[in-house]
């Protein structure tokens, strides 16, 4: 186990957007034009499995502040290349209406090729995520990291969550997209590696049987990434706001920091039981910040507020260390008092009973209004 590489803990985030039709407010297949009319500033916009899907990536970043100004940017470009075409740029993990049955797979080969692998659980994704890049050089510190994460992604998840609609209907759930995003059969929470040798030798081995086709089409809540000297933290909806996002952004850090600290000490991983792990997500993903989350280190449910207190309490000093506990401890703050999104998007069905009314409420806090 290596001690902190001068490289290590940089950020780089990749959102996904909805493609809006402002007459309709629903989704629309225009991704083509976006990706001709805008330019990425330094970062990245692709397309997605969907052509109502864009998604960004931004440069990679030092600070939290570094993260707001390269969020700002890629949005407005990318609402301005939707403004040219005529349409809207909206941020949250479902589209409160639209259905899946409605959408086209981007006819490019690595899409085409998963529609095709894994049909209709590839067809019914139609859901938007959020990914954070959390620079660690060392491959083998990155799966030390990655084995002390899982009993803190419950309140990660709980803090991002923004689909509670789901074709139409309000599913009782904070973060829906959970739920379809799980049917992937390499998704949800990775297990514990003894090493990165053992991680690589199970690469090989589903890449042999046919289960994946190369180690990307892993789609685990957190993952060393192929591309990047980086753990990768996926688990959460794309937040609807920047401030949100930079919150999200800051919490994976803090905790890659966290856990990467421990493994250089040769601190144990924590022994919890992977059904555990599943319950606290799966509570999270339905209950978001409403009601109760399951405190995995004391084995118990509590008050959402309360157990976000603790990962926060858990973070603090790596926080401090990388200059990020006032901005980080002032946004949850904020996110508990005023809701998250998923909370947001229901107030706004209620006043008037109109999905449409929530589809504006997301494109307005996308765009920063």
Known sequence: MTQQDSGDFTLGVEEEYQIVDPATRALCQRVQPILDEADPSGGTVEAELRMSQVEIGTPVCKTLDDVRAALARSRSEVIAAAATDGTLIGAAGTHPFSSWEDQSVTPKPRYLGLAQDHKQIALEQIVFGFHVHVGIRDQESAIQTMNRTSPWLGPMLALGSTSPFWMGKDTGYASFRTDIWGRWPMAGTPGHFSSRAEYDELMEVLVATGSIKEATKIYWDV??????????????????????????????????????AAAVRGEAAPDVRPELVRAAKWHAARHGTEATLIDIPNRTARPAAEVIKEFLDFLRDSLEDLGDWDVVDALVGAALERGTGAARQRRAYERAGRLEDVVDLIVTETAGR
């Open 223 to 260: 993952r060393p990434s192929t591309r990047f000297d980086t753990l990768e933290f996926r688990v959460t909806d794309v937040c609807t706001t920047v401030e949100e996002a930079v919150m999200i952004a800051g919490l994976a850090r803090g905790l890659a920091h966290r856990c990467h």
